[in-house]
């Protein structure tokens, strides 16, 4: 089992930044995807950005120059530097760790409303 705290979320102004975090703790060996989901108010969830234990990322294109996602192996932790925020960035934040065999984890989510 993996366990997904994330923080860093709150209320932020159009043009202005903020940081997720995503602390993973459990049985990591088996992970290899990592990464940042949101939904927003009366939509599904998509994707925002994913890193895979060899540093290879992924972005949606609504973020693409934007947002930066990290990763730190050897604390179990996962970021996301958001930055140029724009109100239709307001959403929860999901943290998701994959598997190796096909298990996906979430946390629980953070709130990020950019809003003036």
């Known amino acids: 089992q993996v366990q997904l705290v994330e923080s860093g979320g709150g209320l932020v102004q159009p043009g202005g930044s903020l940081r997720l975090s995503c602390a993973a703790s459990g049985i990591m060996f088996n992970i290899n995807a990592m990464g940042w989901y949101r939904q927003a108010p009366g939509k599904q969830r998509e994707l925002v950005a994913t890193i895979t234990s060899g540093g290879t990322t992924r972005y949606a294109d609504s973020v693409k120059g934007r947002f930066t996602i990290s990763r730190d192996n050897a604390k179990s932790a996962v970021y996301l530097q958001m930055n140029s925020l724009k109100p239709e960035d307001t959403a929860i934040y999901y943290c998701?760790?994959?598997?190796?065999?096909?298990?996906?984890?979430w946390g629980k989510g953070t709130l990020v409303t950019v809003s003036s």
């Open positions: 998701n760790a994959g598997s190796r065999i096909g298990t996906n984890y």
